[in-house]
């Protein structure tokens, strides 16, 4: 697929300035390798940055806060899934606050996903 060098160059500057909650999630999904797992952050992909993405289970996890529920954000963010759910890829959308509150329920979303999409369900 191809990426604009924009976008290239973007996802470049954002993989130096994670928010707290991605670099909590960084630290945590780098360590699930040991699973068989691999994740890249700030993927680019299309016209797109995807906060994390599992190319195995072609699955990308975007880590919402706030801004995400205003303005124009939802429509957009639910354009961006479209787009992705039409590439094969899947959305995983998890509040900054789960992140932070409760890391491990978040990792248990993320396992489930990842499972459900590489057909490992239990």
Request: positive net charge; glycine residues 8%; aromatic residues 6%.
């Amino acid at each position: 697929m191809d990426t604009a060098p924009e976008t290239r160059a973007l996802a470049r500057r954002l993989r130096q300035a994670l928010t707290l909650p991605e670099g909590l999630l960084w630290k945590a999904l780098k360590a699930l390798r040991q699973e068989g797992l691999h994740f890249r952050r700030q993927h680019p992909l299309g016209p797109y940055v995807l906060d994390f993405y599992c190319s195995q289970a072609r699955l990308c996890i975007e880590v919402d806060g706030y801004s995400h529920g205003v303005a124009d954000r939802p429509e957009r963010d639910a354009a961006r899934d479209r787009w992705l759910a039409s590439q094969g890829i899947e959305t995983l959308r998890l509040r900054t606050g789960l992140i932070l509150e409760d890391l491990d329920a978040a990792l248990g979303m993320i396992r489930t996903a990842v499972r459900t999409r590489l057909g490992k369900v239990d």
